[in-house]
């Protein structure tokens, strides 16, 4: 994904381009990770006012350790059963089984 930024967050002017696509307005909080061993790494929070449908083929959700770690105190367990985090990223990825190969 191709990310563009240019102006300064306190300025109206302000643009965050994913793909051509600004979504400056909609942002509540964007933490853009550039370790210089890695591809960069963009997070974002984004407020949504109002949505009358969204549909998606496939989407990847990352949970922060510490809310997974809540989640699974009180009981609940990731899809596909996986609870520890990925020791590469510390992301719970879930465990697709024999399925993914299929």
Not at 2 to 25: F, Q, W
Not at 36 to 57: F, K
């Amino acid at each position: 994904m191709k990310l563009s930024i240019t102006g300064m967050p306190y300025r109206t002017d302000y643009r965050l381009e994913l793909d051509g696509h600004n979504v400056a307005h909609g942002l509540r909080r964007a933490v853009l990770d550039l370790d210089p061993s890695r591809v960069p790494t963009l997070e974002l929070e984004i407020r949504v006012h109002e949505i009358e449908r969204l549909d998606a083929e496939e989407v990847q959700v990352l949970l922060p350790e510490a809310t997974r770690d809540l989640l699974t105190r009180i009981g609940w367990t990731p899809p596909g059963g996986q609870v520890q985090p990925d020791p590469a990223t510390g992301q719970v990825q879930p465990d697709l089984g024999p399925a993914a190969g299929a």
